[in-house]
């Protein structure tokens, strides 16, 4: 099966930075993927890497390193908004989506 | 960017009865939709893949019996849980790849809470 890592939560102060990593052992690898979700919504996408490499979109960037089997996602600035689960989810050989069990980001004002 | 619906959002079912849970792409054809099952605090377990037009691969200890999945159409895939029991209860999450985007992005539905009494 698919083992994906990440810690189980994380506290940070408003306007300050926050690197949630992620850990991955899969069989194959087509791509790793961090999305948002909200206490009972669904996922909403955040970023997507495939290739090793720093990947910037706004506040939030993303980091691979395919050798180690690492990724990282750093949210800047943070709001309170951004209080949340991180889902670190890698597309395995067969093109699945395999899921961590999430990273609960608490921001405090 | 691609969105998918699902419906209902929220159902409550006595024990042994069954329900239907209806996921469609809106503005894309998906030959290809993703079914996935997330209990309280945990993340998101795949529980089959439907393909239009034949039937649906299921995930190793999901009970193809139990959850039917029909694909008939591009846009819309159902997942009905038969006989439902109070361990059914959870978030049952649909999603869909858009070809026209690369396929590289899954948009996920808002979900389905369930509830069997």
């Known amino acids: 099966g698919q083992n994906i890592d990440q810690p189980t939560e994380m506290t940070a102060t408003e306007g300050a930075i926050v690197q949630i990593n992620c850990t991955y052992q899969?069989?194959?690898?087509?791509?790793l993927f961090w999305y948002q979700q909200h206490a009972g919504e669904a996922p909403t996408f955040l970023s997507y890497n495939v290739l090793d490499g720093l990947e910037e979109k706004g506040r939030f960037s993303s980091f691979l390193s395919r050798s180690k089997g690492y990724s990282y996602l750093l949210l800047k600035e943070l709001q309170m908004k951004d209080s949340a689960s991180y889902l670190c989810?890698?597309?395995?050989?067969?093109?699945?989506?395999?899921f961590g069990a999430g990273t609960t980001v608490t921001v405090r004002a | 960017g691609a969105v998918v619906s699902q419906h209902p959002s929220r159902v409550i079912c006595k024990s042994g009865t069954s329900v239907k849970i209806e996921c469609r792409s809106l503005d894309f054809q998906a030959t290809t939709m993703f079914w996935y099952r997330q209990f309280p605090k945990q993340s998101l377990m795949l529980m089959a893949t439907?393909?239009?037009?034949?039937?649906?691969?299921?995930e190793q200890g999901v009970e193809k019996d139990k959850f039917l999945i029909n694909h008939a159409s591009l846009t819309l895939s159902t997942l009905t849980v038969t006989s439902a029991h109070p361990e059914d209860s959870s978030f049952y999450i649909c999603?869909?790849?858009?070809?026209?985007?690369?396929?590289?992005?899954?948009?996920f539905g808002p979900g389905t809470r369930l509830t069997v009494t």
């Open positions: 439907s393909n239009e037009g034949s039937k649906a691969t299921y």
């Open positions: 899969t069989s194959g690898f087509n791509g």
């Open positions: 989810a890698v597309r395995d050989g067969d093109y699945k989506l395999s």
């Open positions: 999603s869909a790849e858009d070809p026209g985007q690369g396929g590289d992005e899954q948009y």
